[in-house]
């Protein structure tokens, strides 16, 4: 009870300082809580998380905007990946046993007519549909999977319904808003779209749903059919049904075939891209992975916010640490005085001792606590406003660590203070100052005597070598 009714008074002497304590605690392990929630979680992306990716593995022009620009060149298409090439590509992987799935998007321009009118942003609106195929693109995919791998980028539905992948008997499409709002389209009317190279055939589908895209690419569109709000997608069964995917055709009639490969990890796709690398493609086609590439895009931010927090944590740990530091010395050095009259009034220096420390000890573990709290509640709301898609969470292993952290800092802090009261000097509780001046005054008074009778005896020696000359003369 002495103890700590001594220590609970010498924190009310000197509230500032106490205050001051605590603000500091409770920063320095509120931002260290943030801090390592941040950095787990980035080693998480790049450890755990990348490693349970599923990717998928398709085969692009290493140029995307070198190939759109030839969008109103009807011979470009003898560039396209062909059946041979993807059959090629299989039978490579098979020989080295690589394991792999597929599914399938394939593509071609369609005109709109008179009726249907395309969004604006082509760098070329003015090209005749005659050299480009149309003005629109019309994507199948043949399955859901096949869906991440849209080169335009990832799309939400935000009204009517998606595209119905098993039920071959629909005959339907889903249709940019940009796109239904200009041309005053609502979902369950019917559309007309004319072939890219006889504008006579036409092909009609009815709308089921609008979309908006959550995430597009930021290459240029040369023409219409090029801009993302202007392609239609339905599925590879409503587009076979309309004979859009011959094997012989030519020109804009002959589909744009995009094999998506699927693998159950990322070790099966490298595996995969070893054994097909040394497959002959068409020119400047290369295996890439929109899985991969979009994930990695995804760890920018993140990549940037965990060089800023390390940066941060050495800052926080340096200036906190020296801060806490002086406030300990500055509770514990200037009380000579203090400590010196309890050690005579019978205290001992244990208990004096324990009293320092824990003067050190309460405002050091509340502001940790404090901070400790606050920083796992809100880590992730706050690194959510610099980063999106990743969740900042503290695992319990994690939090007990920090714990243990700021109580063994705690308990350094306290120790120092102890340490001041345990090396004070008890011998000096029996130093008299007045003895001292004496003992100092005599010292002196002997040195000055001791010096006075050396000369005495000097002069003597001299008279008395005089004398005898005197007689010998």
């Known amino acids: 009870m002495f103890v700590a009714k001594n220590a609970w008074s010498a924190l009310r002497r000197h509230p500032w300082r106490t205050l001051l304590t605590i603000v500091v605690s409770l920063l320095v392990t509120l931002w260290s809580a943030f801090g390592v929630a941040v950095l787990h979680e980035y080693d998480e992306a790049h450890g755990a998380r990348y490693d349970q990716l599923t990717p998928l593995g398709v085969f692009t022009p290493g140029d995307p905007g070198k190939a759109q620009a030839q969008g109103d060149n009807a011979d470009s298409t003898k560039n396209y990946m062909t059946w041979d090439a993807y059959n090629g590509i299989g039978a490579a992987a098979n020989e080295k046993n690589a394991t792999f799935g597929y599914t399938l998007i394939d593509s071609v321009p369609v005109r709109g007519g008179d009726k249907l009118k395309p969004v604006a942003g082509a760098q070329q609106p003015d090209v005749d549909a005659d050299e480009t195929g149309g003005d629109f693109t019309l994507r199948s995919f043949l399955s859901e999977q096949a869906v991440p791998a849209n080169s335009y980028g990832r799309y939400r539905i935000v009204d009517g319904k998606g595209l119905g992948y098993e039920d071959v008997t629909r005959h339907d499409l889903i249709m940019s808003k940009a796109l239904a709002d200009k041309n005053g389209i609502k979902v369950g009317d019917k559309i007309t779209l004319g072939n890219a190279k006889d504008a006579k055939t036409t092909y009609t589908y009815t709308v089921c749903g609008l979309y908006e895209y959550t995430e597009q690419t930021g290459d240029a569109a040369p ?82 916010l965990a060089a800023n927090v390390r940066l941060m944590l050495i800052l926080l740990w340096s200036i906190g640490g020296a801060l806490l530091l002086a406030l300990t010395l500055l509770q514990a050095l200037p009380r000579r005085e203090e400590i010196g009259f309890a050690l005579q009034v019978g205290v001992t220096k244990g208990r004096l001792a324990w009293q320092f420390m824990n003067e050190i000890l309460w405002p050091t573990l509340l502001g940790s606590a404090i901070g400790l709290i ?100």
């Not at 859009?244 to 990890?265: E, K, T, Y």
């Not at 290369?286 to 920018?300: A, D, F, G, H, V």
């Not at 102890?418 to 000097?425: E, K, M, S, Y």
Request: aromatic residues 10%.
């Open 223 to 304: 023409f219409a059919k090029d801009v993302p709000d202007n392609v239609l997608y339905t599925t590879y069964y409503s587009f076979a049904a309309d004979d859009l995917d011959p094997l012989d055709a030519s020109g804009w009639q002959r589909p744009d075939v995009n094999v998506v490969f699927m693998f159950q990890g990322i070790p099966q796709y490298e595996a995969f891209k070893q054994a097909v690398k040394d497959v002959e493609l068409p020119s400047g086609y290369r295996l890439s992975s929109p899985t991969i590439e979009q994930y990695e895009r995804s760890l920018k931010p993140l990549d940037a």
């Open 374 to 473: 606050i920083g796992c509640c809100t880590a992730n709301p706050l690194a959510g406003n610099f980063v999106d898609g990743h969740t900042f969470t503290l695992p319990a292993p994690l939090v007990w660590n920090l714990i243990w952290i700021s109580v063994v800092g705690c308990l350094v802090l306290a120790a120092i203070a102890g340490v001041r009261v345990a090396a004070f000097p008890t011998a000096q509780l029996f130093a008299s100052p007045y003895l001292a001046h004496d003992d100092a005054t005599t010292a002196e008074s002997a040195a000055t005597g001791h010096g006075d009778m050396d000369d005495a005896d000097d002069a003597n020696a001299a008279v008395n070598t005089q004398s005898t000359k005197k007689e010998q003369a």
